[in-house]
């Protein structure tokens, strides 16, 4: 799994601020509902390398835009959880920004604003981040501009001239849908490892069943690892789906964050050299902490 000796993670994607609203009441049109409101730090690829900091890989790095409203408190929440932020300021865009509904069943809804995110480019990219490092991954929200895809296709052929294996997270459906599957499928040639959820991979196949989803996407991909929630994860590769690893029971209060905590563990468990299986296991067992608690990170005790 690891690439030229490295043990590092680098994780080349997003840091947003989430604005976390759980209402126990159906959404009321025209008037009020009651929530409870928080401000808490997310991004998909900044909550899968706290996750991953989080199960014991000792070097994470994260490369991603943000903007100078939010950078230095971004900067010291990262730090807090263990990973190594290369954090680039953006002058013009402010930092993005999540609104999470999350109802009384743990599930939520974005309202996304990328904010600097999608600024991401070329130019913020340097090979000097491969040093030491065994492991590439990618978020899927950068291949939906054209500036942060050259950075993140960038990132990918640096670390495939070096034999680092690269992982990427479809991120979203409904951005995916947008943008195309077939161009968004082509940005991702070369990728080593998909880790979709079942909605991810019914679109980008055209397929409901989960597992012909994954077997289908492992005929273009090395390793799939699709999430299915509270079903658990389907292992996929040559086009066969080769384990399928059960959900550790949870009861959920919110669900945001609960693909990047699987994500996270299942790359510092390959990273320690689990098979793709047992690596699963681990990211099952990460995702069911995640949806107990509030927000998309792990708890870090004040």
Known sequence: MTGAGGTALLVVGDVVTDVLARHRTPLAPATDTAARIVTLPGGAGANVACWAAHSGVRDVRLLARVGADAADRHDRALRAAGVRPHLVTDPDAPTGTVICLVGADGERTFLTDSGAVLRLSAADWSDDLLAGVGHLHVSGYLFFADASRTAARLAMEAAR?????????????????????????????????????????????????????????????????????????????????????????ATAVDTTGAGDAFTGAFLAARLAGHDPAAAARHGCRAGARAVTVIGARPHIPA
């Open 161 to 249: 001239a070096r034999s680092v294996p690269v992982s990427v997270d479809p991120a979203s459906a409904g951005f995916i849908a947008r943008y195309g599957v077939d161009r968004f499928l082509t940005a991702l040639a070369g990728a080593d490892v998909l880790l979709p959820n079942h909605d991810e991979a019914a679109l980008l196949t055209g397929l409901p069943d989960p597992a012909d989803a994954a077997a289908k996407l492992s005929r273009h991909f090395p390793l799939v690892v699709c999430t299915q929630g509270p079903r658990g994860a389907l292992v996929a590769a040559s086009g066969a789906v080769t384990a399928r690893v059960p959900a550790e029971s």
